[in-house]
């Protein structure tokens, strides 16, 4: 059964630093990864959509890779900004034929930005 | 409007009370799903609707219970819930299930309260 895990589950860096989040999961057989962002009492939007084929991709400040084999991904976050502050989630769709919609989620990491 | 939308926003609700959750997309998606996020632990997917019929129902209790009248609008009826049901209830779309197809674009979500 597929398990995602993020560590740190909390942050606090001052701002201006780079850094990063991690993600892991257990089953190495994914069709994508997504990373979301998760402002508070408020719903999930996409930063970044990885293939299993591809090994990173890049949105501004945020830099998302894949290795998919020793089942991991980070995100890394350039030059990091109050704004920044919110929970980062990571999400696995499952490599089966169908039910690649059934996105599997971490617990998040909760980043906090301080000015 | 767009993107996908949720009311109420906020619920409070007696155990023996009934009440239902709306999402409507205006993304001309085909695809509707329904999440759960409670304290601390990781999305758990409940139910999954492609062209309104359900295509996923992941061992959710009978207390609740989606309706798909049409690919824009998802309800989510509760009734007779339990004080563990207290949770952010998220809504998403997608243009289908499909693989390729199922980047997933979230509501802002309703918080229950069950008292």
């Known amino acids: 059964k597929q398990e995602v895990t993020q560590i740190p589950a909390a942050l606090s860096v001052p701002e201006g630093e780079n850094l990063v989040l991690n993600c892991s999961f257990t089953d190495s057989a994914i069709y994508n990864l997504q990373w979301f962002r998760q402002d508070p009492g408020k719903g999930l939007t996409s930063l970044l959509l990885?293939?299993?084929?591809?090994r990173e991709q890049t949105s501004g400040r945020l830099n998302a890779s894949l290795d998919k084999s020793s089942g991991r991904s980070t995100l890394y976050i350039a030059a990091s900004q109050p704004g920044d502050s919110a929970t980062y989630l990571c999400?696995?769709?499952?490599?089966?034929?169908?039910?690649?919609?059934?996105?599997?989620f971490g617990t998040g990491t909760r980043l906090k930005v301080l000015a | 409007e767009t993107g996908v939308t949720q009311t109420p926003r906020h619920l409070v609700m007696g155990m023996t009370n009934k009440k239902s959750l709306k999402c409507e997309q205006h993304?001309?998606?085909?695809?509707m799903y329904w999440y759960k996020q409670s304290a601390k632990k990781p999305l758990e997917l409940m139910f999954v609707y492609s062209l309104e019929e359900r295509v996923e129902n992941n061992s959710v209790p009978s207390r609740f219970s989606p309706e798909c009248p049409n690919s824009s609008h998802l309800f989510l009826h509760l009734h007779t819930l339990q004080p563990e049901d207290s949770a952010l209830y998220l809504c998403?779309?997608?243009?289908?299930?499909?693989?390729?197809?199922?980047?997933?674009?979230f509501g802002p979500g309703t918080r229950l309260t069950v008292t």
């Open positions: 993304l001309g998606h085909n695809a």
């Open positions: 999400a696995v769709s499952p490599a089966s034929q169908s039910g690649t919609y059934k996105y599997i």
């Open positions: 990885i293939q299993s084929s591809q």
């Open positions: 998403a779309s997608s243009q289908d299930i499909s693989r390729g197809a199922y980047e997933q674009y």
